[in-house]
DNA sequence: TATGTCATGTAACTGGTTACATGATTGC
DNA sequence: GCAATCATGTAACCAGTTACATGACATA
């Protein structure tokens, strides 16, 4: 693949957990040429660079797999803005929640659309991408379950 | 409160939706100061430099915190890895969709204890908190659904 | 000929962590 | 007296985005 089509199959198929900016990717690329790990495929007829896994290439991507997950700190700022809700008031509140479960409501049914296509894919990878756009599914359902009983916990603010 | 205080109550409740390093709090501080929004809270007796508020800085916070939320990139290293899962073998992805449980199970334990003590809580600030905990709650709870899920499909990859 | 998409790249900047240096205070 | 914790800060570094510069190629 060229640099160009990596950054399109990233935010395309991964767009719902993963990102790259072209700012990464060209580096990376001139990087990983360097420490043979991928190599220009001379297509001969395309012009360009496009590039393809080496067979250390592969063997590496499969350890990087392998090793354990940095876990990234968290930072929500939904969540932020509410733990300070007091200053805020009960209406600003509701309208964050809102906003929250609109953008759980459309991220669940591009997933749902995604979810039936991999579904009845025959390629060998589809069942893993399967675990992948489940796991959106869960989690945006699982924020339009909190956020229906946040507003119901902000109704019963006296205040 | 002290740039010490402020870690720690970052880490102690905000915990599971915020993190700050002392790298980003005490260079804050001095540039909040130097712009009025917090001053020293001359109390005399201790030492040091303890902060509070000026009002223009909680006018300014409460502009903060009304701000639209800027979107982070998503970055989902466990679901990078089961996207190519492939690669790495049905047991290999087994073992991190079990990693992701049981850190799901220890972390919806933690907040249902957090959630019992903020509801007996009678600080007015409260029900907002526990829009926070209940939030973690769903989302714990939708990883374990996901990865007991998860578990089946892989049980089904004849391979 | 102008416009849009494909395509490659770099430089500046931002946000953030980590590691380190330093010292005060407290409790054993 | 010593260890642990409280406490403040800085410098180096890293990951990553954004904005910009450039140009090929297709098409209306």
Known sequence: ?????????????????WSESFGQIYPALA?????????????GQTSGS???????GRRHLVNLLR???????????TLLRLFFGRLLGVDECRSIVIDALARAEAS???????????ESD???????????????????????????EALEILDGIAD
Chains 1, 2 share one sequence.
């Open 1 to 17: 693949m060229s640099g160009y089509a990596v950054r399109q199959a990233i935010t395309e198929t991964l767009g719902h957990f």
């Open 31 to 43: 990087r990983l040429e360097e420490e043979g790990l991928i190599r220009r495929a001379g297509d």
């Open 50 to 56: 496009t590039f393809c896994l080496t067979t250390t």
């Open 67 to 77: 090793e354990p997950m940095p876990t990234p700190p968290p930072r929500n700022g």
């Open 108 to 118: 669940l049914d591009e997933l749902s659309a995604v979810h039936a296509d991999v």
């Open 122 to 148: 025959t390629d060998p990878n589809a069942p893993f991408w399967l675990l992948t756009v489940s796991a959106g599914e869960h989690s945006a359902r699982a924020q339009i379950a909190w956020a229906t």
